[in-house]
C-alpha cells in the first residue's frame, strides 16, 4: 500500500493549486482524478471552454457590426460553429496539458480513477475497468467541486433540455433558445449563441438578472443584452420542460400567477450548480453532508474529522475557481504549520458578457441592510477616450466609500475589460485604501483604467473631472 503525507480527490483548481502548493512545501502528494483529463469541471466543460467560444462568437459579432464602422470590409460573412468548438477542444486540450505537465514539475502522483474513503486515512481508486488500488494518506483533502444544479420540471435530457456540459458541444446554430435563470453561467452561455444569431429568451425566477451582485449592475446589463437582441422574463416561475423531439415547450408562471408558454428549439437550465459528493464514501470517514449537499467545515476549512479537509465548490461560499485555488493554497500551508488567511469579502466576481461585468465587496444592497453610511461614486464608461476610440461605450464603475472614514467598501463594474480591471479595487481594498487614495494616484491616459480614479474622485465630494 502506496503511503503519502497529503492525498487530494478531484483535480481542479481547487486541487491541482492545492496540490502544487503541497509539493512545494516538501509533502508528498497524490493527487486523485475520475476522468482521462486533469482540470476538474473549470478546464474541461466550463471557465476555459466557455471563456474559448465566448472570444469567438465576439470576434463574429464584431465582424458583422462593428467592422465596417473602422474602414474594415468583409463579404460572405459566416459563423462555423463546428470549427468554434474545434478551437475551443484545442484550447482545452492545451490547458489540460498544462496541468499534467506542472504535477510532473513538482513530483506530484497522479492517480486515474474514482476515489472514496475505506476510512479517515485510506481511500479506494478505483479505475474504468473496476481494478481498485488503496491508499494511505497523512492528509485528505476533498476538491469534487459542483455538477449542474436544476429543479424540479427542468431535468436535463441532455438532448433538447440541456445543461452548460451540452451548450459547450454543440454542432448547430440554434434559431431560437430558452436560458432558464439570468446568472453567469445563463448570460455567458447565451451571450455566445446569440451573438451568432439566435434569439434569446431568458426565464428568471428573481425580478432581475445576475441577481446576487448589485442591482445596478444587473439594471444596466440588461439594458446592454436587450440591445444585442435578448428578451427577458423576470418573475417567472418554471412549472415545466418538455423536448418534443425537434424543439421544446416551457410552461411557466409569470409574477400575476398566469400560466405562459414559450417554444424554442433548445432549453439550457443554468439555475446555478451544487455541490459534487456523489461515491466519495464519506460515511466511511465519518462525514456527512447537511441540507445543501455541501461538506460542513470550519474556518480553516477543516471537516469534522481533523484530518480532513475540503475546498472549494464542495463547502459553503461562492462557486468560483479562484475561491477554490485561494482555499487550496491555504489548505496547504495550514498543514505545514504556516498561518494564512483569505479575506473572502474581497475575492472578486466576474460576469464574462460584454461588456464584462466584475464586483468586489459590498453591493449597495448590503450595506444598506447593515446600516452603514456610505457615499456612492459613478462614472460612465461613455465619457473615457478610450472607450470611444473602441467603440465600447457601454458600463459604469461605481464606487462605494464609508460616509465617515472614506474607506472603500465596494466597487462595481460594467466596463470593457471589467475582469482585469476590478483587481485594482481589490488591491486598493486588500490594504483598505480610501477613495481619495485611489483618486490621487496617477492612471495612464486613454485607458479604460481611468475610469477608476474617476469613479474614486466622484466619491470624494463629487471631484469627478470628465463628467
Known amino acids: ?147 449542474p444544479n436544476f429543479f424540479p420540471g427542468m431535468e436535463p435530457d441532455k438532448k433538447r433540455i440541456i445543461t452548460s456540459t451540452e451548450a459547450l458541444k454543440m454542432t448547430e446554430i440554434p434559431k431560437k433558445m430558452l436560458v432558464i435563470g439570468g446568472g453567469v453561467i445563463g448570460l455567458e452561455l447565451g451571450s455566445v449563441y446569440g451573438r451568432l444569431g439566435t434569439e434569446i429568451q431568458v426565464i428568471e425566477f428573481a425580478d432581475s438578472i445576475i441577481p446576487t451582485m448589485d442591482k445596478s449592475l444587473g439594471k444596466e446589463l440588461t439594458k446592454v443584452l436587450k440591445k444585442e437582441g435578448f428578451k427577458f422574463h423576470m418573475e417567472h416561475k418554471v412549472q415545466g420542460v418538455v423536448n418534443n423531439g425537434d424543439s421544446v415547450t416551457l410552461k411557466a408562471l409569470n409574477k400575476k400567477g398566469e400560466e405562459v408558454t414559450f417554444e424554442a428549439d433548445y432549453c439550457l437550465v443554468a439555475v446555478g450548480r451544487k455541490a459534487f459528493t456523489s461515491g466519495l ?77 466584475a464586483a468586489v465587496g459590498k453591493t449597495e444592497e448590503e450595506l444598506k441592510a447593515a446600516n452603514i453610511e456610505f457615499k456612492v461614486g459613478n462614472f460612465p464608461i461613455k ?53 481619495e487614495d485611489i483618486s490621487r494616484i496617477c492612471h495612464p491616459h486613454p485607458t479604460y483604467s481611468e475610469g477608476m480614479k474617476e469613479a474614486a474622485l466622484d466619491a470624494t465630494e463629487a471631484r469627478a473631472l470628465h463628467i
Not at 492517480?111 to 497523512?138: P, R
Not at 464519506?282 to 449537499?293: D, H, K, Q, T, Y
Not at 466597487?411 to 483587481?423: G, K, N, Q, S, T
Open 383 to 435: 465619457a473615457l477616450g478610450r472607450a470611444r476610440a473602441s467603440m465600447d461605450t457601454a458600463g459604469f464603475i461605481k464606487v462605494l466609500a464609508d460616509k465617515t472614514t472614506d474607506e472603500v467598501l465596494g466597487v462595481h463594474m460594467i466596463a470593457p475589460r471589467a475582469a482585469d480591471l476590478i483587481m485594482e479595487a481589490v488591491v486598493a481594498m486588500e490594504y483598505r485604501a480610501s477613495a
Open 1 to 147: 500500500m502506496s503511503s503519502y503525507d497529503v492525498a487530494i480527490i478531484g483535480s481542479g483548481p481547487g486541487g491541482y493549486v492545492a496540490a502544487i502548493r503541497c509539493a512545494q512545501l516538501g509533502f508528498k502528494t497524490a493527487l486523485i482524478e475520475k476522468y482521462d483529463t486533469l482540470g476538474g469541471t473549470c478546464l474541461n466543460v466550463g471557465c476555459i471552454p466557455s471563456k474559448a467560444l465566448l472570444d469567438s462568437s465576439e470576434h463574429f459579432h464584431n465582424a458583422k457590426h462593428t467592422f465596417a464602422t473602422h474602414g474594415i470590409g468583409l463579404e460572405n460573412l459566416t459563423a462555423d460553429i463546428n470549427q468554434m468548438v474545434k478551437r475551443k477542444e484545442e484550447v482545452i486540450s492545451q490547458t489540460c496539458s498544462g496541468i499534467k505537465f506542472l504535477m510532473d514539475k513538482n513530483k506530484v502522483t497522479v492517480l486515474h480513477g474514482t476515489g472514496s474513503f475505506v476510512s479517515s486515512t485510506k481511500i479506494s481508486i478505483k479505475d474504468s475497468e473496476g481494478k481498485e488500488e488503496i491508499i494511505e494518506a497523512k492528509y485528505s483533502i476533498i476538491a469534487t467541486g459542483s455538477k
Open 281 to 357: 464514501g464519506l460515511e466511511n470517514a465519518g462525514l456527512s453532508v447537511n441540507n445543501r449537499g455541501q461538506i460542513e467545515v470550519n474556518d480553516h476549512l477543516q471537516t469534522a474529522v481533523p484530518n480532513i479537509y475540503a475546498i472549494g465548490d464542495v463547502v459553503r461560499g461562492a462557486m468560483l475557481a479562484h475561491k477554490a485555488e485561494e482555499e487550496g493554497v491555504y489548505v496547504a500551508e495550514l498543514i505545514a504549520g504556516q498561518k494564512p488567511h483569505i479575506n473572502y469579502n474581497l475575492i472578486p466576481g466576474v460576469v464574462y458578457t460584454w461588456p464584462e461585468v
